[in-house]
């Protein structure tokens, strides 16, 4: 699979119930998304460990910012991050089967790592999370 997992793949998925959350937070997750992030300003979607067990971790890449939503147990916390990018490290992969990466500075020090081996639930996604993380720096380089 080498198509890119996008925000609406991701919430038909919650519909689905294919994402592990209890079933309150599966069932309220999308409207509570829906009232802080608007989709038309959403440049790119990067999701963590979205079909395993334990905390995942949601990026909304946007013009001016990146809205960070991490959901654990039963929370769903936003963080918003409106620093300017200082510094950015993207590794291509050179064979098929290797992971890209990609480490973003933001000016106040802080550091957004991607890495597609370590990001995705299965080898199933390796190919899928290789290609958003490609996009999401020429989404950076525009």
């Known amino acids: 699979m080498s ?15 294919q994402i592990p959350l209890g079933h309150e937070l599966i069932k309220n997750l999308s409207g509570i998304l829906g009232e802080y992030v608007n989709p038309e300003k959403v440049g790119f979607f990067y999701g963590k460990n979205l079909f395993v067990d334990g905390e ?7 013009e001016n ?6 959901i654990q ?12 990018i200082v510094d950015v490290e993207f590794s291509h992969p050179f064979y098929q089967d290797s992971p890209a990466n990609l480490k973003l500075t933001l ?3 802080e550091i957004l790592e991607f890495d597609s081996k370590k990001d995705a639930s ?3 996604w390796y190919s899928s999370y290789v290609e958003a993380i ?9």
């Open 107 to 109: 000016e106040n020090g």
């Open 73 to 84: 147990g039963r929370n769903v916390e936003f963080r918003v991050h409106k620093q300017k």
């Open 3 to 17: 198509e890119i997992y996008t925000y609406n793949d991701f919430l038909e998925d919650l519909k689905k119930r």
């Open 122 to 124: 299965s080898k199933n």
């Open 134 to 142: 490609k996009t999401i720096f020429k989404f950076i380089l525009q």
């Open 56 to 62: 995942k971790l949601l990026y909304f890449f946007q």
């Open 65 to 70: 910012k990146i809205v960070e939503v991490k």
